[in-house]
């Protein structure tokens, strides 16, 4: 027996999971995604998600409304008559109208240990807290913000030196690998919900850009984990002064350093910087236009000594 699901994803995150769906022989009645986006120098050229363009490789129908409020879009999704929708990071609320339409409910994949980082950047916010470990989570969706009962969690560790993108991809593959199993307990009757915890509860607001310049007044392992969290997008950042003005330069790798000194100040020749406790060595950078190198190609081509400060 397979279920007739509706699928609903945007990012890349998304694709193992739905390539494991249709692996398993559920039959994908629909799949929602953001719709494509303004792309080129004139914005004239539209660019497809990383969902709509798998589901479009294996002739799935795809569907890319921009709100699901309306009753025409509505009465369209309820029309899949679909046993279950699984959500993967689609991007849009969805309505208790359309939370409703499934005959099993909506079933969400979400990248956190919850109640701990609900919202819009879990992977980005536990990686810049410093968390030692995460997760990935199914959930049933209800109308509050990743507020609904839990049915199956797998945990990992996260490294000391991991970034965001790299802790990304193993959620990816372990999230896909877990939906698989649930919707396969889903099928059979024997997925249990239970309702989170109350006790820590914690919100991943949407990543600002105003987050991503690097203090350097603060502590080392403040600077390190903003570094890690922020990599590869959008890039934590400093200044570098140049002979055109302030250069800004991305910090895409890094870790904890001994040393001391005033913030900013490079401590050695291998581009460990001071913070306003301990120290971090930069090891992957990228200048504006260039591609990301690391620490021994970036000095070969800046020339910066012991004692620069960097902004």
């Given amino acids: 027996m397979t279920l007739r699901l509706v699928f609903m994803g945007t990012p890349d995150f998304a694709v193992p999971t739905l390539s494991e769906l249709v692996g398993q022989g559920h039959e994908i009645a629909a ?41 025409q879009t509505l009465e369209a999704f309820a029309a899949h008559e679909a046993d279950a929708a699984v959500v993967v990071a689609y991007g849009l609320l969805l309505p208790k109208a359309a939370l409703d339409a499934p005959r099993l409910g909506c079933l969400n994949l979400h990248a956190s240990l919850l109640p701990r980082w609900r ?15 995460t997760g990935v989570m199914v959930m049933r969706m209800e109308e509050g913000l990743d507020t609904g009962p839990v049915a199956a969690a797998e945990r990992v560790a996260i490294g000391p030196d991991e970034t965001a993108g790299e802790l990304h991809d193993r959620l990816r593959a372990l999230g896909a690998d877990l939906m698989g199993r649930a919707i396969g307990g889903l099928e059979r009757g024997s997925l249990v919900f239970r309702p989170q915890g109350q006790d820590g509860v914690t919100y991943a607001a949407k990543i600002d850009k105003t987050e991503a310049r690097i203090d350097w007044s603060r502590p080392a392992a403040i600077v390190h984990n903003q570094i890690r969290g922020l990599s590869p ?13 302030p250069e800004r330069v991305k910090v895409l790798r890094s870790t904890r350093a001994e040393g001391a000194g005033a913030p900013g100040d490079l401590i050695d020749d291998r581009l460990t910087v001071a913070c306003g406790e301990g120290a971090v060595r930069l090891l992957l950078l990228q200048r504006a236009g260039k591609a990301p190198v690391d620490a021994g190609a970036f000095l070969n081509g800046a020339r910066l000594d012991a004692g620069v400060r960097l902004g």
Avoid: C
């Fill in 31 to 71: 799949v929602y995604t953001r719709a494509p986006k303004a792309a080129g120098r004139r914005g004239m050229d539209l660019t497809k998600t990383p969902v709509h363009r798998f589901a479009e490789s294996l002739n799935l129908p795809v569907y890319t409304p921009r709100t699901l409020r309306d009753p």
């Fill in 119 to 133: 919202g819009a950047a879990p992977i980005q916010r536990a990686v810049m807290a410093g968390d030692a470990e």
């Fill in 233 to 245: 997008f959008p890039g934590a950042w400093f200044e570098l002064a140049g002979p055109r003005g």
